[in-house]
């Protein structure tokens, strides 16, 4: 399953309720799949900055994380994950950009960026 959820959520917001809408929308279709024993995999792109703004509520996807089923492997990506986050991942990575094929003109890919 691929899902393309929201309208691209920024920090530079037009509409804080309607953002906060979108994402909290999109979190209910995480949540699903995060209770589905047959997904092995979730990738949660950009779920961080969700956080930080506060898009979604922190002890809900806390909530939904801890009670995944077992052997659900579950991806969170953005920039600055939150502390909470971080103490009960089992594994953090924190990347650098070296070069990006978005500086090149490359627009945004299916499958790769959105």
Same mark, same amino acid.
């Given at each position: 399953?691929?899902?393309? %959820?929201?309208?691209?959520? +920024?920090?530079? +917001? *037009? @509409?804080?309720?309607? @953002? +906060?809408? &979108?994402? /909290?929308?999109?979190? *209910?279709?995480?949540?699903? %799949?995060? *209770?589905? $024993?047959?997904?092995? !995999?979730?990738?949660? @792109? ?6 930080? /703004?506060? /898009?979604?509520? &922190? @002890?809900?996807?806390?909530?939904? !994380?801890?009670?995944? $089923?077992? &052997? *659900?492997?579950?991806? !969170? ?6 502390? =909470? !986050? ?6 953090? +990575? =924190? %990347?650098? =950009? ?17």
């Amino acid at each position: 399953q691929y899902h393309v %959820m929201g309208e691209g959520f +920024t920090w530079e +917001t *037009q @509409d804080r309720n309607r @953002d +906060t809408e &979108m994402a /909290y929308h999109a979190w *209910q279709k995480a949540q699903a %799949m995060l *209770q589905d $024993p047959a997904i092995n !995999l979730v990738l949660l @792109d950009e779920v961080n900055i969700a956080l930080k /703004y506060k /898009y979604i509520p &922190m @002890d809900e996807v806390i909530d939904a !994380l801890a009670n995944k $089923p077992a &052997m *659900q492997h579950v991806i !969170l990506t953005g920039r600055g994950a939150r502390p =909470e !986050l971080i103490e009960i991942a089992d594994t953090v +990575t =924190e %990347m650098k =950009e070296i070069k990006h094929a978005f500086k090149a003109g490359i627009r945004a890919q299916q499958g790769v960026e959105l």
